[in-house]
């Protein structure tokens, strides 16, 4: 009987160390790169196709006190940009848009108005203390770095409405 009580204790530890290094391991799930070419973001707003022009889209990579920061921004030709700014990202793996003090991770979606800026518009995440979205890293080199995103904004510049940005992905060189 004893032997029995200390197989199985065994084997509940063994299955609680298996759980816990396969589900805590933030590489595991730096998602699949989605499907933007090369070049381009391109995500769903609020259920209607976005896709940036290659032209009009960059990514910068810094790296400044041991800390790297890159800023993806993908822009199309009718003013409408995804702007990610991803600061603190030590390799692949998901990190949360917000969530709290300590915010490193923002995503905007903008409508510019081009014949009169100040009335652009600009849905900001995260807009409050709550997590807001998500982005997965899936490649992030010196040269090149690719993912998926998602997030809700809110409009900071008049109605406080809400934008469902899903389905995001970017494919970017530095």
């Known amino acids: 009987m004893k032997t029995m009580k200390n197989t199985m204790y065994t084997v509940l530890i063994a299955l609680a ?14 998602g699949d ?39 993806v921004q993908g822009n199309d ?14 390799g692949t793996g998901t990190y949360n848009i917000g969530g709290g003090a300590n915010i490193s ?32 890293i899936n490649e992030l080199s010196s040269s090149k770095v690719v993912g998926t995103f998602s997030f809700t904004g809110k409009n900071v510049n008049g109605d406080n409405s809400t934008k469902a940005i899903s389905e995001g992905s970017f494919n970017m060189n530095f």
């Open 17 to 30: 160390l298996v759980f816990t290094m396969t589900s805590c391991n933030k590489d595991d799930d730096g």
């Open 105 to 136: 991770i923002s995503a905007s979606y903008l409508e510019v108005n081009v014949s009169n800026p100040a009335d652009t518009q600009t849905w900001q995440a995260p807009f409050d203390d709550t997590v807001a979205g998500e982005v997965k």
């Open 77 to 90: 030709n009718s003013g409408k940009a995804i702007v990610l700014v991803m600061n603190g990202l030590t």
């Open 33 to 71: 790169g989605g499907n933007a070419a090369a070049g381009t973001v391109k995500a769903k707003v609020d259920g209607s196709n976005f896709s940036s022009n290659p032209q009009l889209s960059m990514a910068t990579q810094t790296n400044a006190g041991g800390s790297t920061i890159v800023t």
